[in-house]
């Protein structure tokens, strides 16, 4: 199956693979991304920071390998290089990282490119700009970045209505308040501690697939 098969879908579940919440719990990268994907995720996101370009590569490649033989999505935080480099599927993109149209001359129409939005004012600059999915967050307080305001849920309710490509919500998602994302009618979600942080890896994946199908 095809990254655009996939992302055609909905009922998305998107799982950032943070190398500094994996080891607060003490994970080995690769069996987490085996078992995530045994256990019914579409995409894996590495994200990464103040490791060596060498090692990031190393840890990307490897990834690359598990994700595409289990025919989901493999994509990398930020770098694009990175991601251009281990045959990633693409790469996402923050709000201080290249601008979408440059990735997409390094990368080639059948990469995928996604971008982080956390404004209005963003999400206008950018919704012409050639990518793929939109991220809007964090929907919640989040942990991983503490300094970004939540959205103001009537706002993004507005603004999601008119996208007219693949978006997900992120930001302090997790199953005490996941009802509340679905409820606002938000078919796809990108998670990070909220899953790799659970008790039970196979049965908060189970559950959260079981809230986004009920709105798909």
């Not at 719990?25 to 370009?53: C, T």
């Not at 990469?111 to 929907?139: A, M, T, W």
Request: hydrophobic residues 40%.
């Amino acid at each position: 199956m095809s990254w655009k098969n996939i992302l055609s879908r909905n009922g998305l579940l998107y799982v950032i693979l943070d190398k500094e919440v994996i080891e607060q719990k003490q994970l080995d990268m690769f069996s987490l991304a085996e078992r995530l994907l045994n256990y019914g995720v579409d995409i894996l996101q590495f994200r990464f920071k103040n490791l060596s370009d060498n090692l990031a590569l190393r840890i990307a490649k490897k990834l690359s390998k598990i994700v595409h033989k289990r025919r989901a999505v493999f994509l990398v935080n930020d770098r694009v290089d990175i991601a251009y480099l281990s045959e990633a599927n693409g790469v996402h993109l923050g709000k201080d990282d290249i601008p979408p149209c440059k990735a997409r001359k390094i990368l080639g129409k059948k990469k995928i490119i996604g971008k982080s939005v956390h404004s209005l004012e963003e999400f206008n600059q950018f919704k012409n700009e050639p990518v793929d999915y939109f991220s809007f967050g964090p929907i919640f307080g989040s942990s991983i970045k503490p300094f970004l305001p939540p959205w103001d849920g009537a706002l993004l309710k507005k603004v999601i209505e008119k996208v007219k490509k693949k978006y997900f919500v992120i930001g302090g998602i997790n199953l005490r308040n996941v009802n509340l994302v679905v409820g606002m009618g938000i078919r796809n979600i990108a998670v990070c501690r909220g899953l790799i942080l659970s008790k039970d890896l196979k049965k908060t994946v189970s559950s959260f697939k079981r809230c986004l199908k009920e709105v798909s």
